[in-house]
Structure formats: C-alpha cells, structure tokens
C-alpha cells in the first residue's frame, strides 16, 4: 500500500472496480483536488464524477456501436472537404448540425441542392 493510500481509497478502489464505473476509479482523485481548491461541497464533487461517467459511458457506446457496424472507413464532416464540392454551403451544414432548428421547432425541407427552413 502506497502511503497515499489508506483502507478508505482502497476499499473504494474496490468497489468502484466491483460495480463498474472507471471513470470515476481513474478521475476521482483529480476532482477531489479540484473541488477542494474551489471549495465547493460533496454534492458538486459527485455531479462532476457522474458526469464525467456519463460522458464516457455515452462515448464508449458510442465506439462500440461503430465498431459492430464495421465500416470500412469511418469518416465525420470534420474530414469532409467542403472545397471539393463547391455547391454545397459549409454555413447551412454547419448550421444544420448544430441542431438550433430543432429548439425552435423548424422542419427542414431539402430539395435538389438547396434546403430550406420551415
């Protein structure tokens, strides 16, 4: 046992592995020391654990569910080359992507190579 350690860390060590959750085992010290400095209280010190765990469960599954659909390649609009079809608006992507229709209950309607707010 390292001398940071005491029953107390190991034992949740332990029982963090047991109902797994590693991203609070691997960040807990880390938020700990954040929350401490910001001297904020135990409720706030859990938020930011469960969040992070959330976070990485929503990212894991995420890799998970492409992995099982086997892509050959695996691409995102970040890699797209918006120059290479110049008949495609970059900005009206963008905006699209950023979902601000959805909030204000806009459809979208896309026709030939132009789309249009509703």
Do not use: W
């Not at 940071?4 to 332990?14: A, D, I, M, R």
């Not at 609070?24 to 930011?48: M, P, W």
């Amino acid at each position: 046992m390292k001398k940071t350690e005491t029953k107390s860390t190991v034992l949740l060590q332990h029982h963090l592995k047991a109902l797994k959750l590693p991203t609070i085992l691997s960040e807990c010290e880390k938020v700990a020391g954040r929350c401490a400095t910001e001297n904020l209280d135990h409720l706030a010190f859990l938020l930011q654990l469960c969040e992070l765990e959330l976070i990485d469960r929503e990212r894991r599954a995420a890799d998970r569910r492409l992995k099982a659909a086997q892509f050959p390649h695996y691409k995102t609009l970040d890699s797209f080359e918006f120059p290479s079809q110049p008949s495609l608006n970059k900005l009206l992507i963008t905006e699209l992507l950023r979902g601000e229709n959805i909030d204000r209950r806009e459809n979208i309607l896309l026709v030939g190579s132009a789309a249009f707010f509703l």
